[in-house]
């Protein structure tokens, strides 16, 4: 099966609570990320977490980490229309350096 | 800084064609990353230098795919020949040490 999971799409309304689930595989990651692309842009990094935390909380982000489970969340308070976009998870599998595994991405969207 | 910066943003080529598309990372990133995406695969990392030296090419789809990084501040990815199938929005991304990609606004690349 895929190392990183998502599901394809989310619909909220604006003001709404998001919440955005990844399933990882491996339980030797050590960073799990978040990113987020707008259309026609590149991925921009929203906000991390090392593996040795449950939460990292960050403005309107909160991300949740259950290691046990190796599930990943990304929490969007107050949900606006421009939070709008396609949203990645991704881990890396080592400490030190290694490269990324994104999953396949969570549309959102967001409606007035 | 002005970021990852990637050149054309928009390609679109006849089959048979050399395709040579750009990249200048982050001044002082010492990880250049080349990937591709498309809605049937998502993020596909294709290859990535370390210090201008290619350390992991085994996700270059053939041997028309070739990537090369000069110096420090420029890679490029070229294609030939093309296909319909290399159409696709291609990334280029650096980092430093190996921690949060900064993405370039991608190459949309489309092959007739």
């Known amino acids: 099966g895929e190392d990183v999971e998502q599901s394809l799409f989310l619909s909220v309304r604006e003001g709404d609570s998001s919440v955005i689930n990844c399933t990882y595989t491996?339980?030797?990651?050590?960073?799990l990320y978040w990113y987020k692309q707008e259309p026609g842009a590149g991925l921009q990094l929203l906000t991390y977490i090392f593996s040795n935390m449950d939460m990292k909380q960050d403005q309107r982000l909160t991300v949740l980490l259950n290691k046990k489970d190796k599930h990943l969340s990304l929490r969007i308070a107050d949900t606006q229309t421009g939070d709008s976009a396609i949203y990645f998870c991704a881990e890396s599998k080592e400490s030190g350096y290694s490269t990324l595994t994104f999953g396949k991405g969570t549309m959102l969207l967001v409606s007035p | 800084d002005a970021g990852v910066i990637q050149s054309p943003r928009h390609e679109v080529t006849e089959m048979g064609q050399e395709v040579t598309l750009r990249c200048k990372p982050i001044s002082g990133h010492d990880y250049l990353f080349w990937y591709r995406q498309t809605m049937m695969r998502g993020l596909e990392l294709l290859i990535y230098f370390n210090n201008n030296v290619p350390i992991d090419d085994s996700g270059m789809p053939e041997d028309r795919f070739s990537a090369k990084m000069p110096n420090a501040s420029f890679s490029t990815l070229k294609i030939q020949p093309s296909e319909p199938r290399d159409s696709a929005v291609y990334f280029c991304?650096?980092?430093?040490?190996?921690?949060?990609?900064?993405f370039g606004s991608g190459t949309r690349l489309t092959v007739v």
């Open positions: 991304a650096s980092s430093l040490s190996g921690y949060g990609y900064t």
């Open positions: 491996d339980s030797s990651s050590t960073y």
